[in-house]
C-alpha cells in the first residue's frame, strides 16, 4: 500500500491508494472538515492526481471525524459586504466540483457522517454516496442569509424537484433515510456496515472496463436529453464501436476464456 507519498503532514487531505482504489480523506475535523481555502486547494492537488495517477481505477472521497463536510468555513467568509470577488470559498470550488462530476473515473463518496451545504455539493458531485444511517443534513444556506447558488449545479441533479424546494428553501435537517428516499444518497446503511457497503460497490467498479465506465457515465446523464430517434442513432453507433473496440474485444475474450480482464487489479500481496 502506497500512503501520501511525501506531501507534508500538515496537508488537510491525505491520500491513499491500494488495489486500484484511491481515498482521498478531508482531515480538519478541528472545523469540522469546513472548506477553507487551504482544505480546497489540498482537495484540488489530490484530486488531480487521482485523475492521473494510471493505477488509480475507483476514487473514494471521505473524511474524518463525526462530520463529513460543514460546508465553506464561515470564518473565511467575512468580507467587505458586496465585494463579491473576495468570497474566498468561490476560489476554486467550482472546479472541484467539475472534477467530481466529469470525472472519467468513478467517484464513491463515504460519508463519516454528518453533512451541511457545501459539503453536499460534493456528495451530489459523486456518483455513488454511502452514508450511516445516523448522519444527518440541511441546506443551511438560507438561514444564513446567503445561497446555496455553486452547489445547486449538482444537487439540482440529483434531488426531486418538491424535496430541492422544500429543503432548500427552508433549511431544514433531515435524516439519511430521506435523503437516500430524495435521491442525495445512493444508499443508507448502519455504520458498522459502511465500510463492507463502500468495499462493495468499488469492487463491482474495479470490474469494468475503464474506458466503458468513462462512456457511461456520460450516457447515463446525456442520453435522456436526446429524443427517442437520435438517441438510437448516437447509441447505435457508439455500441458498435465499443463491441470492435481493444477494451470490449478483451472483455468478450475474458469472458469466453472465463478469465478476469486484464483491467482488474490483481490482488495485492499481504
Known amino acids: 500500500m502506497k500512503s501520501d507519498g511525501g506531501w507534508p503532514v500538515e496537508r488537510l487531505v491525505r491520500r491513499e491508494v491500494s488495489g486500484g482504489v484511491a481515498t482521498i480523506t478531508l ?11 487551504r482544505l480546497l486547494g489540498d482537495l484540488e492537488d ?21 462530520v463529513f463536510c460543514a460546508g465553506a468555513d464561515l470564518k473565511e467568509q467575512r468580507v467587505a459586504p458586496g465585494d463579491a470577488h473576495e468570497a474566498p470559498v468561490t476560489a476554486s470550488f467550482p472546479e472541484i466540483m467539475s472534477l467530481i462530476w466529469e470525472s472519467p473515473k ?6 463519516n457522517g454528518t453533512a451541511r451545504a457545501g459539503g453536499l455539493g460534493l456528495v451530489a458531485a459523486c456518483d455513488f ?26 444537487v439540482l441533479r440529483r434531488l426531486d424537484p418538491r424535496a430541492a424546494a422544500e429543503y432548500l428553501l427552508t433549511g431544514e435537517t433531515f435524516d439519511a433515510a430521506r435523503a437516500q428516499e430524495i435521491g442525495l444518497l445512493t444508499r443508507a446503511v448502519p455504520e458498522e456496515e459502511l465500510d463492507a457497503t463502500v468495499a462493495h460497490y468499488t469492487g463491482m467498479l474495479l470490474r469494468g472496463g475503464p474506458e466503458a465506465l468513462a462512456l457511461t457515465k456520460q450516457l447515463v446523464r446525456t442520453v ?16 458498435a464501436r465499443r463491441f470492435t473496440s481493444a ?23 499481504s
Open 129 to 154: 454516496a454511502i452514508a450511516p444511517d445516523s448522519a444527518s443534513f440541511a441546506f443551511s444556506e438560507v438561514r444564513l442569509g446567503v445561497v446555496p447558488a455553486m452547489i445547486s449545479v449538482t
Open 247 to 269: 477494451e470490449g474485444q478483451e472483455g468478450i475474450a475474458a469472458f469466453m476464456e472465463k478469465r478476469p480482464a486484464s483491467w482488474i487489479p490483481a490482488p495485492e500481496a
Open 27 to 37: 482531515d480538519s475535523p478541528r472545523n469540522r472538515n469546513a472548506l477553507s481555502v
Open 106 to 111: 468513478p467517484v464513491v463518496c463515504r460519508l
Open 46 to 66: 489530490r484530486l488531480n492526481w487521482a485523475l492521473a495517477e494510471e493505477s488509480v481505477r475507483v476514487i473514494v472521497l471521505t473524511g474524518t471525524g463525526p
Open 224 to 239: 435522456p436529453e436526446l429524443s427517442v430517434e437520435e438517441g438510437m442513432r448516437q447509441m447505435a453507433e457508439l455500441s
